[in-house]
């Protein structure tokens, strides 16, 4: 396992390695990660991992400041995989140099997330250009848990052309059914059951939803999702995964795309 904190000493490093796979993070590691690293080392060639905690996607101090690292963890995980390649770089190593892509932020940067978060996409599409312009890989590795994070990642690559190809991956999810998240780290017991009861709900739910899809707003389903002790609802939307309309007809498939905070702790699902 290489380590490397310079890009320049990386770019030197990987010059003449043709199929990369990349593996973004911002540390934390969980069985999410574990699973993406695993799929990427399923692949031919090497498995390149970053762990760089961006400043530019968070949209308050304070979450940055909050948002768990353990990186001394997250390095015997990493090596416990027998990762190939890690990049640690700091802000001045991404952030110093100029673009050869400007970054292509979609409409749909503007609904879910886009709506509270200001500023979050453009925050991740700006780091992970970047690292698509010091890494050139050939597959990235994302999971479909921040769904609306991999289709804008999606976007930007077909629009400016970039010679990466993106493995969506499935969520991981904790016995409780929670999806795996570093966030989760900060969640005590109580807000670790509130959070599993919010997903058995909504899977529960699902049928239903999909027989009243018009009548969806009035199934009260904010009221009994707020009596299960949810600090508050960011949102909680429809939408067909594919077209990325409301669902309309009762044979569509959809998902059901829910934020939500426990206190100060803000989760996101797709169910
Ligand atoms: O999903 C994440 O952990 C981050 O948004 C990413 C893709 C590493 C960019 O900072």
Same mark, same amino acid.
């Given at each position: 396992m290489k380590i490397f904190k310079s890009k320049h000493k990386l770019q030197k490093e990987i010059l003449n390695i043709k199929n990369i796979s990349f593996v973004p993070t911002m540390g934390g590691l969980h069985k999410g990660h574990i699973?993406? @690293?695993?799929?990427?080392?399923? /692949?031919?060639g090497k498995t390149l991992v970053s762990i760089f905690v961006n400043p530019?996607?968070?949209?308050?101090? !304070?979450?940055?400041?909050?948002y768990p690292r353990n990186l001394k963890k997250d390095l015997m995980i990493l090596k416990r995989l027998n990762v190939d390649l890690i990049y640690l770089?700091?802000? !001045?190593?991404? %952030?110093? /140099?100029?673009?050869?892509?400007? @970054?292509f932020l979609d409409k749909f940067s503007k609904k879910l997330c886009g709506k509270s978060r200001r500023g979050h996409f453009k925050g991740v599409l700006n780091i992970v250009n970047? /690292?698509?312009?010091?890494?050139?890989?050939?597959?990235? %590795?994302?999971?479909?848990?921040?769904?609306?994070?991999?289709?804008?990642?999606?976007?930007h690559i077909l629009k400016r052309k970039i010679n990466t190809k993106i493995i969506h991956c499935k969520t991981i999810r904790e016995k409780n059914g929670i999806a795996c998240s570093t966030r989760n780290n900060n969640l005590n017991r109580n807000q670790f059951k509130i959070a599993s009861n919010v997903i058995k709900y909504l899977r529960n739910k699902k049928r239903l939803i999909k027989k009243e899809l018009s009548n969806f707003k009035f199934l009260n389903i904010k009221k009994d999702l707020m009596n299960l002790g949810l600090t508050k609802i960011d949102y909680i939307e429809l939408y067909n995964s594919k077209t990325l309309k409301r669902p309309k007809n009762k044979?569509?498939?959809?998902?059901? /795309?829910?934020?939500?905070y426990l206190n100060k702790i803000r989760l996101i699902d797709n169910i």
């Amino acid at each position: 396992m290489k380590i490397f904190k310079s890009k320049h000493k990386l770019q030197k490093e990987i010059l003449n390695i043709k199929n990369i796979s990349f593996v973004p993070t911002m540390g934390g590691l969980h069985k999410g990660h574990i699973s993406l @690293i695993k799929k990427s080392k399923s /692949f031919k060639g090497k498995t390149l991992v970053s762990i760089f905690v961006n400043p530019k996607q968070f949209n308050e101090k !304070k979450d940055f400041i909050n948002y768990p690292r353990n990186l001394k963890k997250d390095l015997m995980i990493l090596k416990r995989l027998n990762v190939d390649l890690i990049y640690l770089p700091n802000s !001045k190593d991404v %952030f110093s /140099f100029q673009v050869k892509n400007k @970054i292509f932020l979609d409409k749909f940067s503007k609904k879910l997330c886009g709506k509270s978060r200001r500023g979050h996409f453009k925050g991740v599409l700006n780091i992970v250009n970047r /690292f698509l312009e010091i890494i050139k890989p050939k597959y990235i %590795f994302l999971g479909i848990k921040d769904f609306q994070q991999s289709y804008l990642i999606n976007i930007h690559i077909l629009k400016r052309k970039i010679n990466t190809k993106i493995i969506h991956c499935k969520t991981i999810r904790e016995k409780n059914g929670i999806a795996c998240s570093t966030r989760n780290n900060n969640l005590n017991r109580n807000q670790f059951k509130i959070a599993s009861n919010v997903i058995k709900y909504l899977r529960n739910k699902k049928r239903l939803i999909k027989k009243e899809l018009s009548n969806f707003k009035f199934l009260n389903i904010k009221k009994d999702l707020m009596n299960l002790g949810l600090t508050k609802i960011d949102y909680i939307e429809l939408y067909n995964s594919k077209t990325l309309k409301r669902p309309k007809n009762k044979k569509e498939k959809f998902k059901i /795309f829910i934020a939500f905070y426990l206190n100060k702790i803000r989760l996101i699902d797709n169910i």
